[in-house]
């Protein structure tokens, strides 16, 4: 029997209401992602991108339609269903950090593996490999407020992996940051795709793009474009460094 795809949609619809008037942001986007694929998400501002990411993680209630994860209908979860399946399955990035404020940089990246039932050796290791990888193991017991906004997207982003889950959500995550940052945060989106990490990023940038296995493109809330990225193409991977080089 084959695996349950990560993320399955059937026709979700997302309105909301402004006054009596009725906004559609999210008009039957059909999905299905397997297990291991990166797909990025791309389309002009309002477009319904974010909205769709958060669907998928139970931050946003779906007006109508199924969602699944991991082959179990998610849509129709209770708040506390859903904090749980986001505690052990899903990460999530976002363009503006999230951190805990009086929190250790640390205790950011340790926390959620704690909550998905780590021990605080296995959480520990998994901390200092993260932010190892992202440059920051000497910020580890720093606050999140002394660091740079660059510094604090890559601790959101080693957050969102330490509980490893089976489905990474990305909204935006190079959206303010320079250069080298975005180049350290798109090195470990690779390094972790390549060992099998399931990605939907949502993106304005070509560049983070081109790590993508595939580019879904959305228009008014619709599906118009769902193509895979030759490998030719993408952002080489023959090394986490190489990801430098990405084609814009």
């Known amino acids: 029997m084959s695996e349950d795809p990560v993320v399955k949609t059937v026709n979700p619809v997302k309105i909301y209401q402004n006054g009596d008037v009725p906004v559609p942001a999210v008009r039957g986007v059909d999905l299905q992602v397997e297990a291991g694929e990166f797909v990025a998400v791309m389309g002009p501002s309002g477009s319904g991108k974010s909205t769709l990411v958060h669907m ?3 931050l946003d209630q779906r007006t109508s339609g199924e969602i699944w994860i991991s082959g ?3 849509d ?3 708040e506390s269903k859903w904090a749980l399946l986001r505690r052990r399955g899903v990460g ?3 363009q503006f950090f999230n951190l805990i404020g009086n929190m250790t940089v640390a205790d950011n990246v340790e926390l959620p593996a704690l909550l998905a039932g780590a021990s605080p050796r296995e959480a520990r290791q998994r901390r200092e490999f993260l932010l190892g990888e992202l440059g920051l193991a000497a910020r580890a017991d720093d606050p999140p407020a002394r660091l740079a906004g660059g510094e604090q997207q890559r601790v959101a982003l080693a ?3 330490a509980h490893e889950p089976s489905l990474l959500l990305a909204d935006e995550p190079t959206g303010n940051l320079d250069t080298r940052n975005t180049r350290d945060v798109l090195r ?7 060992k099998g990490q399931t990605i939907i990023m949502v993106t304005h940038d070509h560049r983070a793009a081109s790590c993508a296995d595939r580019v879904i493109s959305l228009l008014d809330g619709q599906i118009v474009d769902d193509a895979p990225i030759p490998a ?3 952002g080489p991977r023959r090394n986490a460094g190489d990801v430098i080089e990405l084609r814009g």
């Open 188 to 194: 470990l989106l690779s390094q972790v795709h390549k």
């Open 72 to 74: 179990k209908r998610a």
């Open 92 to 94: 999530f990035v976002f």
């Open 56 to 58: 998928l993680g139970g």
């Open 76 to 78: 129709t979860l209770s």
């Open 159 to 161: 957050r969102a992996l």
């Open 232 to 234: 030719a193409r993408r």
